[in-house]
């Protein structure tokens, strides 16, 4: 079984920073891809970015993309999030989710594994 557990969240004003963080166990493989979905208060959850486990590929969400950074650290079994120059509208719950293979990346149904959560509220 994978567990993930989120850190990092937090209140921040417009244009600051915050470093989110999924630490990964249970049976993990290369060929996992790694994603962080948000979801705002209202709304329904959205893509905001992914990484694949083997060969660190990325792909994010245009409205985040610039500003944020997914990376992963292989000897730590972590994935991280880097929000930089964040917004009110960033403001959500973010989840880290975890997809054994296959299915559309941006698509949450594709992902097999999730964490609680962690709110990120970001202040005009």
């Known amino acids: 079984q994978v567990q993930l557990v989120e850190s990092g969240g937090g209140l921040v004003q417009a244009g600051g920073s915050l470093r989110l963080s999924c630490a990964v166990s249970?049976?993990?493989?290369?060929?996992?891809?790694m994603g962080w979905f948000r979801q705002a208060p209202g709304k329904e959850r959205e893509f905001a970015a992914v990484i694949r486990w083997g060969d660190a590929y990325t792909y994010y969400k245009d409205s985040v993309e610039g500003r944020f950074t997914i990376s992963r650290d292989n000897y730590k079994n972590t994935v991280y999030l880097q929000m930089n120059s964040l917004k009110p509208e960033d403001t959500a719950v973010y989840y880290c989710a975890a997809a054994i293979s296959g299915g559309n990346w941006v698509v949450g149904e594709s992902y097999d594994y999730w964490g609680q959560g962690t709110q990120v509220t970001v202040s005009s």
């Open positions: 249970g049976r993990t493989f290369s060929k996992y891809v």
